[in-house]
């Protein structure tokens, strides 16, 4: 089955600094690839996602990168605030015929300092 | 529109007992998946029914199970409960027309003593 990886475990920035957050994917059918945000007490929260048809995709301050030949894709974050502290999530499916799995990473605690 | 919801937000049991958690998932989703969350396991699939069949389980023995009612509402059910079931529920919707995109609810505390 899918199994992925999700490095730094922790990451610590300064505000207004970047973060960048990685993953990478052993199943080559995976072809959806979303990112979540997890407060303390919430549930995740979807933030952005790629399809494997696309290379690289922005909102705003967050972006994702997507190298299917390398099977690894990237969160990156800019001008980071305060309340981008949180914990973050990569996960990979099979698309719409996955019915429902995502397979996740082990997640990222993101620190913001002021 | 609501969001998912989950019905209890935290529970006790004791060992040996059973459980069962409930979601309603946003408005017009039909496909609701659970997913168990623990820190040393991380977020892992548990199963997902859509339209009241369950298409998709995870590897959990057959302790957990599942249903879903006609107005997709789902319960997930624990029986036998061990300490090491201790852990945050989760159950996301997706809609029939973006299938793979899931949305999360707030998610069940359940502590076994």
């Known amino acids: 089955g899918e199994n992925v990886e999700q490095h730094p475990s922790t990451l610590s920035v300064q505000e207004g600094d970047s973060a960048v957050i990685k993953c990478t994917y052993s199943?080559?059918?995976?072809?959806?690839f979303p990112w979540y945000k997890q407060e303390l007490g919430k549930g995740p929260q979807l933030i952005i996602d790629i399809r494997s048809n696309v290379g690289e995709k922005k909102d705003q301050r967050i972006a994702v990168t997507l190298n299917k030949t390398a099977k690894h894709f990237s969160l990156h974050i800019t001008e980071t605030q305060p309340e981008d502290s949180a914990v973050y999530f990569c996960a990979a499916s099979y698309g719409g015929t996955s019915y429902g799995k995502l397979t996740f990473g082990q997640g990222t605690i993101l620190t913001v300092h002021p | 529109k609501a969001g998912v919801t989950q019905t209890p937000r935290y529970l006790i049991k004791t060992r040996g007992q059973q459980v069962t958690l409930s979601c309603s998932p946003i408005s017009g989703h039909r496909s609701v998946s659970w997913y168990q969350q623990t820190p040393g396991q991380g977020l892992q699939f548990l199963f997902e029914?859509?339209?009241?069949?369950?298409?998709n389980k995870g590897n959990f023995p057959g302790r957990f199970s599942g249903r879903q009612f006609s107005n997709s509402r789902s319960e997930m059910n624990v029986s036998t409960l061990e300490l090491g079931d201790s852990a945050l529920y989760l159950c996301?919707?997706?809609?029939?027309?973006?299938?793979?995109?899931?949305?999360f609810g707030p998610g069940t505390r359940l502590l076994v003593l």
């Open positions: 996301a919707s997706s809609s029939p027309r973006g299938r793979e995109t899931q949305y």
């Open positions: 029914y859509f339209s009241e069949t369950q298409r």
């Open positions: 199943d080559s059918a995976s072809n959806y």
